[in-house]
Each structure stands twice: as structure tokens, then as C-alpha cells.
Nanobody, 123 residues
């Protein structure tokens, strides 16, 4: 059974930072591209960042490029999202996703999802 468990969300002031973690089990971690998506209230789930199976390639949505960094530890089976210079518009539930063989930005590309972790940025 594949499980993705996110952690690290919370309340932070604008300009601050958070690091999200996603621990993965039941999946050959090194064979899966990983991604972070987010969903704000009343909005559709949107792509934030993705990383290739090896961790050598990353891809970011324009809204987070230069502020967020995705990384992957194939020994700890964990993917991270370092979020700096946070803005109020970054407030959302952040979801970890797995199961794609390539770096993809579409929701449908990923077979497995975590339960989400809330990030709230106060202005």
C-alpha cells in the first residue's frame, strides 16, 4: 500500500519560510517523479513544483519560481519543498504527489496523493 504523509505546514508571516516534507512508503521511490501541488479555498488544485526520479531535474510553476525549491532524498524516501519569501497568496493546502515516471505538471499524471498540509501566510 502506497502512503504519502506530508508534514511541516503551519502559520507564518509574509516574507517568512517553511519547509514541507513528504515521507513515502510502499513505492519504489527512486523510480517515481514527485511533485507538490496546492489548493486554495474555492480554487482548483494547481501545480507548484516537480522533481525527476533521480532528483537531477526540477520544474516550477511561474508563481513560485525563485522562491520555492523542491528536493528529493532517495535514501530517506522523502521529498521536500523549501518555501521562502512567502506571500499571502501562497496560502493553501499543499499536497505531495507520486507515481509519474516523468516530471509532469498535470494532476492526472500522478497516481498517489498525500492527505495535504495547511500553509497559512498572514500579511
Amino acid at each position: 500500500q502506497v502512503q504519502l504523509v506530508e508534514s511541516g505546514g503551519g502559520l507564518v508571516q509574509a516574507g517568512g519560510f517553511l519547509r514541507l516534507s513528504c515521507a513515502v512508503s510502499g513505492l519504489t521511490f527512486s523510480s517515481s517523479a514527485m511533485a507538490w501541488f496546492r489548493q486554495a479555498p474555492g480554487k482548483e488544485r494547481e501545480f507548484a513544483a516537480a522533481i525527476s526520479r533521480s532528483g537531477g531535474s526540477t520544474y516550477y510553476a511561474d508563481l513560485v519560481k525563485g522562491r520555492f525549491t523542491i528536493s528529493k532524498d532517495n535514501v530517506k524516501n522523502t521529498v521536500y519543498l523549501q518555501m521562502n519569501s512567502l506571500k499571502s497568496e501562497d496560502t493553501a493546502v499543499y499536497y505531495c504527489a507520486a507515481g509519474s515516471r516523468t516530471v509532469m505538471a498535470g494532476v492526472d499524471a500522478y497516481a498517489y496523493w498525500g492527505q495535504g498540509t495547511q500553509v497559512t501566510v498572514s500579511s
